[in-house]
């Protein structure tokens, strides 16, 4: 009997959105602030900008305030999925997001809603880089060469990040695995732009008057 061959294996991405935090530092719901008053909230920016994305599934990591933000939000393609325990931090929202993950996906892509300025073709040069080397991590640089979101881990790294704890994301999970990363570093400093703060987010309007 003749085996036949799948030479043209498709290697699939899923972006997660990581929009479940507490937003202590921001004092409300950050998800639903906005850059400019009649603009689009930063949630539904990031579910833009990954929608918009090559990726072949988008997942959106909902928690304090879901359904609040749930309410006034466009899923698009997107798959939406509530964090019950957000309260425990960060890394329950990248296992949540990563247990939802569906079966087929090759690599999952993470990134968040705070960063305006981040655009669908940096998901997408993310996600060449990993498509052409199959890395076990692609991650995005600061100028100093430090590693910054969106970061995407290859299937290899999936049990290392389901054994996260606490409210700490993959970050040192990177750092430990730092010679085998690719970074693709960006020319526009306003892509590393996180808002945390409402200081912060007032700072980024000014900018763009």
């Known amino acids: 009997?003749?085996?036949?061959?799948?030479?043209?294996?498709?290697?699939?991405?899923?972006?997660?959105?990581?929009?479940?935090?507490?937003s202590k530092r921001f004092g409300g719901p950050k998800q639903l602030a906005?850059?400019?008053?009649?603009?689009?909230s930063l949630?539904?920016?990031?579910?833009?900008?990954?929608?918009?994305?090559?990726?072949?599934?988008?997942?959106?990591v909902l928690g304090q305030a879901a359904?609040?933000?749930?309410?006034?939000?466009?899923?698009?393609r997107a798959s939406l999925v509530y964090n019950l325990d957000f309260a425990m931090g960060l890394s329950s929202s990248v296992k949540c997001g990563?247990?939802?993950?569906?079966?087929?996906?090759?690599a999952v892509l993470f990134m968040v809603a705070d960063q305006p300025y981040l655009t669908s073709g940096i998901l997408d040069d993310v996600m060449r880089i990993y498509?052409?080397?199959?890395?076990?991590?692609v991650a995005l640089s600061s100028p100093s060469g430090e590693p910054r979101n969106p970061v995407l881990f290859d299937r290899r790294m999936f049990t290392e990040l389901g054994q996260l704890s606490g409210d700490k994301g993959a970050r040192e999970i990177v750092l430990?695995?730092?010679?085998?990363?690719k970074f693709l570093r960006s020319n526009d400093p306003r892509v590393l732009l996180d808002i945390d703060t409402k200081e912060a987010l007032e700072a980024a309007r000014r900018k763009k008057m």
């Open 176 to 181: 430990n695995h730092i010679k085998e990363v």
């Open 34 to 40: 906005k850059l400019e008053e009649n603009g689009t």
């Open 131 to 137: 498509r052409s080397n199959r890395s076990k991590i």
């Open 43 to 60: 949630v539904q920016n990031a579910l833009d900008t990954a929608n918009a994305s090559s990726s072949d599934y988008v997942i959106l």
């Open 98 to 106: 990563l247990s939802n993950v569906p079966a087929d996906s090759d």
């Open 67 to 76: 359904s609040e933000v749930a309410a006034e939000t466009a899923l698009g």
């Open 1 to 22: 009997m003749r085996v036949k061959l799948k030479l043209n294996y498709k290697i699939n991405v899923a972006c997660v959105i990581l929009a479940a935090g507490l």
